[in-house]
């Protein structure tokens, strides 16, 4: 069964696209056969891996199309595991065009259906806004995975997130889960960091990974030389981080596979 993880947070700045690159990356480093699907008009995510000039057809025109094809859209990227399907700019009209249609909410999910047998992993890379593209993420989601900067007001907001979370599991999505909380620009240095550290484990306790994203350099340079942290600091602690992060979101999928087997055998 592929798993589709939709990192998702409506405040902007948080390491949400970072951490959709580097996990993406990591669960392919671990063989597990990866497809990143940029959903952010930003294209921040396209950009980390392709020049933009380069992409012809994107996500745009699989919400747009009356016979959506994923697959024309994926492009390969270095690793023979991972795979693209690149935004552009366009993205940021679907919210007018789509405004009223009854499918609206479907589109990705409809689209993913019959390729998900070619990935062992999904990972959706969302706008900072809970509109249209973010709803079709969640719909299509199996796993949500919220990143958190260890910053003040880093919980402000995330009730309307998980508002919205619990409207999407009341209807079209009833099987969506949240798979974790992460951390991100963590600075161990900073009593700010600390204590936010501690503030969001005493809300979301037992949702919160283990693994922490550090505030790293590294991580900010690599997109701008079309390289995962991997490729472009292998042994930098942005590295470590997302290989630790990969292995706690595989071991909480199976465990979340091996409890729902066992309530449906019920």
């Known amino acids: 069964m592929t798993s589709i993880l939709a990192i998702t947070n409506q405040k902007g700045g948080v390491g949400k696209t970072t951490t959709a690159i580097n996990l993406a990356a990591a669960l392919a480093l671990r063989k597990k056969k990866t497809l990143l699907i940029d959903l952010d008009p930003q294209s ?3 950009i980390a891996f392709v020049d933009a000039s380069d992409v012809q057809i994107s996500m745009y025109d699989v919400f747009t199309s009356p016979s959506p094809d994923l697959n024309k859209v994926i492009k390969p ?34 689209s993913l259906a019959p390729i998900l047998k070619n990935y062992d992993y999904v990972v959706l890379d969302t706008p900072p806004a809970l509109g249209i593209l973010t709803v079709n993420a969640l719909v299509a989601s199996t796993h949500l ?22 409207r999407i599991r009341s209807r079209p999505n009833p099987d969506l889960k949240v798979l974790g909380v992460v951390i991100t620009l963590f600075d161990r240095r900073t009593n ?7 503030q969001i484990r005493a809300v979301f306790g037992e949702a919160l990974f283990k693994t922490r994203i550090s505030k790293n350099v590294r991580l900010e ?22 290989k630790k992060l990969s292995q706690e979101v595989i071991q909480r999928v199976e465990a979340d596979r091996s409890a729902r087997h066992t309530q449906d055998a019920a």
């Open 145 to 166: 995975i919220v990143p958190i900067q260890a910053a003040y007001f880093a919980i402000e907001g995330t009730d309307d997130l998980l508002e919205t979370y619990a």
């Open 77 to 110: 990227t270095k690793d023979p595991n991972l795979f693209l399907a690149p935004a552009k700019l366009s993205l940021a009209r679907l919210e007018q065009q789509l405004a009223g249609a009854f499918d609206a909410p479907y589109k990705l999910k409809d």
């Open 44 to 46: 921040n995510a396209t």
């Open 192 to 198: 700010i960091s600390r204590d936010t550290h501690e």
């Open 221 to 242: 340079e690599s997109p701008a030389y079309k390289e995962t942290i991997f490729s472009y600091a292998p042994k930098s602690p942005g590295a470590d981080e997302y």
